[in-house]
């Protein structure tokens, strides 16, 4: 009996330094993490910012800015006007917040107000599973079946246009904006949706005067992340809006955007160390500041709304 308490006495000590030894090495572990994410941030800012002074000490800034015509592989005359690009990625984001925030919204005022648990351990999963599709998946999908239904609706419609890339870029961002949003409005908490029933308030009152006014910084925080990720999209446009840079808001024709046009050249159109291999850097450098833009939107949505209770 006394040896077993002595063994049980010799565990529990060696537990002990383990757990010591645990406690010092978990903060250094976790900051070598954070460390790394830093420095693979500042590592790709800085590989960005080295090729795209590379591009400007070819092209004008000038040009780059105010130009709206962007042919980069013109022998005659190039230009290097990202004005093209960037309207083609914003038609299309236009086109997808479109479409994914009713429906993304809906989907999320249904699921917090309204869905039983059955239901909802049905509709949850299907939103993740459209979630983990692929974007290729989706490009091909926009290609094959929803351009043709588009087609027989609008007549002389090009098989590659901003439209159906558009409505599939949305249909991708819908679980985002359903989910981030579902969790914001499942914060509010239920002493609030209860007292505005006990005031005589019909559900869908609560749900859009209540709720949503309650959780407004969480869905416009979705809706920014949603726009973000809009404009980040790459696979969907390039192989469902086609690959011609255009200054125009005309939905029906084919289009370019700036992730597209970064696929295209990376498939080796260009040669290493031409100026369009360094345009691909400097056209990246413009995605990352408007993404870099919306996500501080994002954030100070989230800050400056944000509810306490």
Known sequence: MEANVRDMIKEKQSNRKLLQVSEK??????????VISVLTT?????????????????????????ASEWYPFSEESPSFGIGSLIAGTLLITFI???VSIPIGLASAIYLSEYATPRARKVIKPVL????????????????????????????????????SAGIVVGIMIIPMIASLSEDAM????????????????????VALKVVLP?????????FVLGISRAIGETMIVAVAAGSTPRFSLDVTESIQTMTAYIVQVSMGDATYGSTI?????????????????????????????????
């Not at 499942?186 to 009152?205: D, F, Q």
């Not at 400097?282 to 509810?307: C, D, H, P, W």
């Open 42 to 66: 500042l590592g790709i800012i800085f590989t960005l910012l080295i090729e795209t002074v590379s591009f400007f000490e070819r092209v004008s800034i000038v040009e780059f800015i105010t």
């Open 214 to 222: 309650a959780a407004f910084s969480g869905i416009i925080a979705s």
């Open 96 to 98: 997808a917040m479109l």
């Open 186 to 205: 499942n914060s509010v908490p239920n002493a609030i949706r209860e007292g505005a029933l006990a005031m005589g308030s019909t559900r869908l009152e």
């Open 25 to 34: 090495a978990a903060p250094f572990f976790f900051l070598v993490c954070a």
């Open 128 to 163: 993740e599973v459209l979630a983990g599709i692929p974007t290729i998946v989706y490009g091909f999908f926009a290609l094959t079946f929803v351009t043709p239904l588009l087609q027989a609706i609008i007549k002389d419609l090009p098989i590659f246009n901003a439209l």
């Open 277 to 309: 291999y360094y345009s691909i850097y400097a056209v990246g450098m413009t995605l990352f500041v408007f993404t870099l833009i919306m996500n501080l939107i994002a954030q100070y949505i989230s800050r400056r709304f944000k509810e306490e209770y």
